[in-house]
């Protein structure tokens, strides 16, 4: 029997829409309307063949290490078990060329979309029937903003020294499993205005405050 491949270039594939997506869809629908943020990026999706949810979105470095993580569903239900499949995801695609454009891969029961830039690893997981290609947009919207927010100096260094700008990008792209946002300009645009009290002054501020403060002028002044 031939051996199917594990992972492939990303492409386009269409799918029947099951229970369990019609399910997801209405809920979507409902979410919307609660909440006004949410209208934007339910309009563009859950009017289609799926409401897309994002099981978690990881950065890991060429070692397998951790950078930023966040999971937003109960699959791994401890720290082990969530260390542990970014160990299994990691070697999988280790070896694979996901530097030139993004790639899929289908791990236990999951669809994994990565791309790889410098000695940094950027993974988006969704489950098994989720459109692959809202999940490499979501990608593709993190890695960019990402790379506005770092100035293009994509690398493991860069992000830890400004890890605080990327955990905020998590939430702004994803809100409990559902996609708020994918353009990487807005995305970038919302994390650099994301202060507590950039007014106040600084004698005022913690020691947090005060540098979210001055990194939020520093951004603005990169993405004019």
Same mark, same amino acid.
């Given at each position: 029997m031939t051996k199917l491949p594990t992972s492939f270039p990303l492409k386009k594939r269409?799918?029947?829409?099951?229970?369990?997506?019609?399910?997801?869809?209405?809920?979507?629908?409902?979410?919307?309307?609660?909440?006004?943020?949410?209208?934007?990026?339910?309009?563009?999706?859950?009017?289609?063949d799926s409401c897309p949810s994002v099981k978690n979105i990881l950065l890991l470095d060429s070692e397998g290490k951790r950078v930023a993580v966040k999971y937003f569903s109960d699959d791994w239900p401890t720290n082990g078990a969530k260390l542990a499949f970014e160990k299994s995801i990691f070697t999988k695609t280790l070896k694979t060329n996901a530097?030139?454009?993004?790639?899929?891969?289908?791990? =236990?029961? !999951?669809?994994? #979309?990565?791309?790889?830039?410098?000695?940094?690893? *950027?993974?988006?997981?969704?489950?098994? =029937?989720? !459109?692959?290609? #809202?999940?490499?947009?979501?990608?593709?919207?993190? *890695?960019?903003?990402?790379?506005?927010?770092l100035r293009n100096n994509v690398d493991k260094r860069e992000a830890l020294e400004n890890l605080d700008l990327i955990l905020l990008c998590f939430d702004e792209i994803v809100d409990g499993g559902?996609?708020?946002?994918?353009?990487?300009?807005?995305?970038?645009?919302?994390?650099?205005?994301?202060?507590?009290d950039a007014d106040a002054p600084l004698s005022e501020q913690t020691i947090t405050q005060a540098w979210a403060t001055a990194r939020e002028h520093l951004t603005r002044t990169l993405l004019k």
């Open positions: 269409f799918r029947v829409p099951t229970f369990k997506r019609l399910h997801r869809t209405l809920h979507c629908k409902a979410k919307a309307l609660c909440f006004p943020h949410y209208v934007k990026m339910a309009s563009l999706f859950c009017y289609r530097r030139i454009e993004a790639e899929i891969m289908m791990f =236990d029961s !999951n669809v994994i #979309i990565y791309k790889f830039i410098q000695d940094l690893h *950027f993974f988006v997981t969704g489950g098994d =029937d989720e !459109n692959e290609l #809202i999940l490499a947009t979501v990608l593709q919207g993190f *890695f960019d903003a990402v790379a506005l927010l559902m996609v708020l946002e994918t353009d990487p300009s807005i995305i970038a645009g919302k994390v650099a205005t994301h202060t507590m």
